[in-house]
């Protein structure tokens, strides 16, 4: 699309022998109020009117002067706009937009009625969204993305990728998959999908089990002991929702663990394989060697041994693969444990909310750690 950039419509590009005069200023808005918030940019009415309803709307509203049209955006900054008008009138570039491009850019094509540019951006979705199981293969799932996701194409009003992107998280709020199921939710995630819950009405329901929480429009309902009547019905806010879905999910896993499993095994790490214990009934966020199992090897030149343990600090809660060592002596000559260093080797992303080491998902932490970590639950002779 033909167009040029002026901060001073005194300089609005002329006529030319194969051209006419753009006759159309847009002006756009700054993102840096510390900047003067505006930007012009003049374009030919007709073309431009033929890419947004919005703008043909308004253009043919009577204006004062016939060379004089203008047209705001505000809350368009230039950088934005550039890119909304570059995939609408580049084929090549259209075919190269990703799902960052669209959640940028989707909001502003449907509130301004560039249909096309809001079509390109729900493909795009709906093909990223298409990918999630080889992401989690691959764990690569960034579940913060996908849930902002989620809420682009509500406010866009995309309905059939708000359709398969709610599918994936109704899905996943079903699921007791360890890896990628009900507990990889955070409260500011359950939060946020809270009000999009609420509003796929296609799927309500109750998430899972006797537990469950059942979505209407307007309230999120659980019963407190039961579904007898409404007198045992209680109403929750989003934020209450996010506490009581985490807490009841752990609760169920924390039963399981409890009853079921005797002790994990490692394997894939070459250097913390076997078998490892918790005494669950004292503490559950770690699983140590059995007594008398040193289990030590050398990395990066220290003498360390390992343990599973549940993990949090400023950059990752969640289970870890961690190596320990003492860096000084006591008098004895023996390891000072005053001088104790945990650091993480493998981690697990999302298992903030476990009450248990996930099987499988484990990625390397630290530039030595080698090989595929899984870990197996022993179950319980009983139960065998």
Request: charged share 30%; aromatic share 10%; glycine share 6%.
């Amino acid at each position: 699309m033909e167009s040029e950039t002026n901060h001073d419509d005194s300089d609005r590009p002329t006529k030319t022998l194969r051209s006419s005069r753009p006759d159309l200023k847009v002006i756009l808005g700054s993102s840096n109020s510390n900047e003067k918030n505006e930007c012009i940019q003049w374009y030919h009415s007709q073309t431009l009117a033929s890419k947004s309803k919005y703008i043909d709307a308004m253009l043919s509203t009577p204006m004062k002067e016939k060379d004089d049209l203008t047209i705001s955006f505000p809350d368009i900054t230039i950088g934005v706009w550039e890119r909304m008008m570059l995939f609408l009138d580049s084929p090549i570039v259209a075919r190269q937009m990703k799902a960052r491009d669209a959640s940028e850019l989707a909001v502003f094509y449907d509130k301004y009625e560039f249909d096309e540019g809001r079509k390109l951006c729900e493909v795009v979705i709906i093909e990223y969204m298409k990918l999630t199981n080889r992401m989690e293969k691959k764990n690569t799932l960034d579940l913060d993305f996908i849930i902002e996701l989620v809420d682009v194409t509500h406010r866009a009003n995309m309905e059939e990728a708000f359709k398969v992107s709610m599918g994936y998280i109704w899905e996943k709020l079903r699921s007791s998959d360890i890896r990628y199921g009900r507990l990889m939710f955070t409260e500011e995630n359950l939060k946020k999908l809270s009000p999009l819950l609420k509003y796929s009405v296609n799927n309500r329901g109750r998430i899972w089990g006797p537990y469950g929480i059942q979505f209407t429009e307007n309230n999120l309902i659980t019963g407190s002991s039961g579904w007898g009547g409404e007198d045992d019905l209680v109403h929750f806010d989003d934020e209450q929702f996010a506490k009581v879905h985490i807490a009841r999910s752990q609760k169920q896993a924390e039963t399981l663990l409890r009853q079921c499993i005797s002790h994990i095994e490692l394997s894939g790490t070459s250097v913390a394989d076997g078998g490892y214990e918790c005494e669950v009934d004292i503490c559950w966020d770690e699983y140590a060697p059995p007594h008398g199992d040193r289990r030590e090897c050398t990395w990066n030149g220290q003498l360390v041994n390992f343990v599973v343990k549940y993990w949090t600090d400023d950059d990752f809660a969640g289970w870890a693969i961690v190596r320990k060592y003492c860096t000084g002596l006591d008098e004895d000559g023996n390891p000072d444990w005053d001088t104790e260093v945990e650091l993480k080797c493998w981690t697990v992303p999302y298992s903030q909310n476990h009450k248990w080491p996930p099987r499988r998902g484990w990625v390397p932490a630290d530039q030595l750690a080698r090989g595929d970590p899984k870990i197996e639950y022993i179950l319980h002779e009983k139960i065998v």
